[in-house]
């Protein structure tokens, strides 16, 4: 699985992103994920904990 991952913010669009990026971990194992981070310009620091959790989702495969 490939994904891009655009700007992650501290708001509505922010959660529903990684919201989108949960529903697809499920079924996929950590070694067929490529995230592609080249058009994210601003990735707010304290989304990086519910980063962290939807990335623990690909980990449980």
Do not use: H, W
Not at 11 to 36: H, Q, R, W
Request: proline share 2%; with cysteine; hydrophobic share 45%.
């Amino acid at each position: 699985m490939q994904e891009k991952i655009g700007d992650i913010r501290n708001d509505l669009s922010g959660f529903t992103a990684l919201a989108a990026l949960s529903e697809k971990a499920k079924g996929v194992s950590l070694e067929k994920v490529d995230l592609d981070f080249q058009s994210c310009n601003f990735f707010e620091a304290n989304m990086a904990a519910p980063f962290y959790a939807v990335m623990t989702r690909y980990y449980e495969q």
